[in-house]
């Protein structure tokens, strides 16, 4: 008989203790903590700048892109190359066949290396390499760490990408 109520002290006592860790999960969970595992990737978006045409003049607009994960500036700035989906009545800002061949953020600048094709394939005048490094950009700093954009051409500083806009220099939004 001792025997037996030992045993059920034993499983009273465990039970209650499984209660208390229970309740002290679910307390947690209730204080905001997030679960560990999510159930399905993210699907975010981000903020891309591209050219809108009117019969007399030209727009640079933002644009919202739901890309595949978490936003990134590598994501933002891929999603600018693809440039304008089909049913969109706009334009990419920047030459289709350029490509990022890196990007690194350090300390609020982002320095965005670009295949040649960027100047190469560039065929605009002032206003259009204007809204071409706007886009690049402010595609960039719409991400809070980033204040300012270094623009490479094949690994290289370059005066301008069709000789109108200096970008020999780190830029922030508006300059």
Do not use: C, W
Request: overall charge negative; glycine content about 6%; cysteine-free.
């Amino acid at each position: 008989m001792r025997a037996a109520r030992k045993i059920l002290v034993a499983i009273v006592a465990l039970t209650a203790l499984a209660g208390v860790v229970f309740l002290f999960v679910q307390h947690q969970r209730r204080q905001g903590a997030e679960p560990q595992t999510p159930l399905a990737p993210a699907q975010e978006y981000v903020t891309i700048y591209l050219v809108q045409a009117e019969p007399t003049e030209f727009h640079l607009v933002p644009v919202e892109r739901k890309i595949g994960g978490p936003a990134s500036p590598e994501a933002a700035l891929q999603a600018l190359l693809n440039g304008p989906l089909e049913q969109e009545e706009l334009y990419s800002s920047v030459p289709i066949t350029a490509k990022l061949r890196s990007l690194t953020v350090q300390e609020g600048l982002a320095t965005a290396d670009f295949s040649a094709h960027l100047v190469e394939d560039f065929n605009g005048g002032a206003l259009l390499e204007s809204y071409l490094v706007a886009a690049i950009v402010n595609t960039l700093t719409e991400f809070p760490h980033i204040d300012q954009v270094q623009i490479l051409v094949e690994g290289q500083v370059v005066e301008s990408i069709g000789g109108h806009i200096l970008v020999n220099r780190p830029l922030r939004r508006g300059d």
